[in-house]
């Protein structure tokens, strides 16, 4: 690409990470067209919607873990995909939604991976990543587990381990697959108001799937609601979450009221009476659904 492109690009974006009208697909099966989004920057932003509707798909795209078919992921101005992956790694972490860790790792060793992108042959493990290291596992409070081996821990165990690892990366941004999964609803809490605080005192960027809507319209600053691949509507939380568009992306029917401790939209679902909705009706759409 040339200097000029490169120039073009830099002038058409305004936030440091954003997708342009890109297809994403799996082999032949299409999950999104011409979707565009752009992540504010210094926001909490929390992509929500049903099942199968792209959230996780787009994640991997602005990760550059998944290449459109079409149209542009644009970090810092810069194409991602043609960016040195090193570079990416220093400036966008990301928390898949399934990890794996190697056999026979240790909880320590595995947090002490996120340093990777700063390391290089004139720079090795130093204090500073020590210290790095141990902040992020005492903030995800895996400290005590810092000998144990990762396979021997539980879900919600490993899943806070593997935060702690995005922690350690320390980038500006950091991306999370539905980073709540496995944990009970203390800790989903606890990981949410960490969430919240690397945002409102450190400045980081963030962008979370959350399947929870509730805890999506109490933490995230920016929402985006996705269905069939397409963003049905985004902005603020207070602004756009109304009954009449949980409805239309989730198909529920709900009552949306004030959350009486912060404020923001709480969803109410109707009772099953009042949904109209019977046993054998939700067999027949759980059955046709599958």
Not at 34 to 53: H, K, M, R, W, Y
Not at 247 to 275: H, N, S
Request: charged content about 25%; glycine content about 8%; overall charge negative.
């Amino acid at each position: 690409m040339s200097a000029t492109e490169n120039r073009n690009i830099s002038r058409s974006t305004v936030n440091r990470l954003s997708a342009e009208k890109v297809t994403l697909a799996y082999d032949q099966r299409v999950i999104a067209e011409q979707l565009s989004v752009e992540i504010p920057d210094n926001s909490f932003t929390v992509i929500v919607g049903p099942n199968a509707c792209g959230k996780s798909t787009l994640l991997r795209a602005l990760s550059r873990m998944l290449r459109p078919s079409r149209g542009r992921v644009l970090l810092d101005g810069q194409l991602i995909q043609s960016m040195p992956a090193k570079k990416v790694a220093r400036t966008l972490g990301l928390l898949p939604q399934s990890s794996i860790a190697p056999d026979g790792i240790t909880v320590a060793d595995l947090v002490g991976r996120g340093r990777y992108p700063h390391q290089g042959l004139l720079r090795q493990w130093s204090t500073e990543d020590e210290r790095v290291v141990r902040e992020s596992m005492t903030r995800t409070a895996v400290a005590e587990l810092a000998d144990r081996y990762v396979d021997e821990l539980s879900g919600g165990q490993r899943q806070r381990v593997w935060i702690a690892m995005a922690l350690a990366q320390q980038t500006p941004l950091l991306l999370l697959d539905e980073p709540t999964t496995y944990l009970d609803i203390q800790h989903q809490i606890d990981v949410l108001d960490l969430c919240a605080e690397l945002h409102e005192e450190q400045g980081r960027t963030l962008v979370a799937v959350l399947h929870d809507l509730n805890h999506a319209a109490r933490y995230a600053t920016h929402l985006i609601a996705l269905r069939d691949g397409a963003v049905i509507a985004e902005g603020a939380p207070n602004d756009i979450v109304t009954a009449e568009l949980v409805e239309q992306v989730f198909g529920l029917r709900c009552q949306v009221i004030d959350d009486p401790e912060t404020g923001t939209p709480l969803v109410v679902p109707a009772a099953r009476k009042g949904r109209g909705v019977s046993l054998g009706k939700a067999g027949a759409v759980a059955g046709e659904a599958s």
